[in-house]
């Protein structure tokens, strides 16, 4: 798989992203390999992480198939928002796709809805356990 086709996705990234991407990987079935890492990420704990973050990938499943409810249409993307970053998953084939890896803040509508989110949540569990 050329790493240059993957040139102009990591071309509009950096362009909308600037210095919060953090990075990205680029799997197929049998070989992963890194498209590009920020200095500050391309830690060896990183690193010794990879073939399992990678095979994960490789494993994820749309939480709703379009074979099972085609009114939403065919799966573009899956979103993961951590505590410090972004994680965009781009699945290209059945077993290769790209994930993209962005600073927190470039998401942050999306973070504080989703911590509002998780407040509501947090109050709402606490208040089942009588601690409210």
């Given at each position: ?12 990234v ?5 210095d ?7 799997y ?32 994820a499943e ?9 009114t ?50 947090e ?10």
């Amino acid at each position: 798989m050329p790493e240059n086709r993957y040139q102009p996705l990591l071309q509009l990234v950096h362009n909308r992203a600037g210095d919060s991407f953090r990075g990205s990987v680029r799997y197929d079935a049998d070989e992963w390999s890194v498209l590009y890492l920020r200095d500050d990420v391309a830690t060896e704990r990183l690193r010794d992480s990879m073939p399992s973050i990678v095979e994960r990938a490789r494993e994820a499943e749309p939480i709703v198939p379009q074979s099972t409810y085609d009114t939403l249409g065919e799966t573009q993307a899956t979103v993961e928002l951590h505590d410090h970053a972004a994680l965009l998953h781009f699945r290209e084939t059945p077993t290769s796709g790209v994930i993209v890896s962005l600073d927190r803040d470039v998401a942050q509508g999306l973070g504080q809805f989703v911590n509002g989110c998780n407040a509501v949540l947090e109050k709402q569990t606490s208040s089942d356990d009588g601690n409210d």
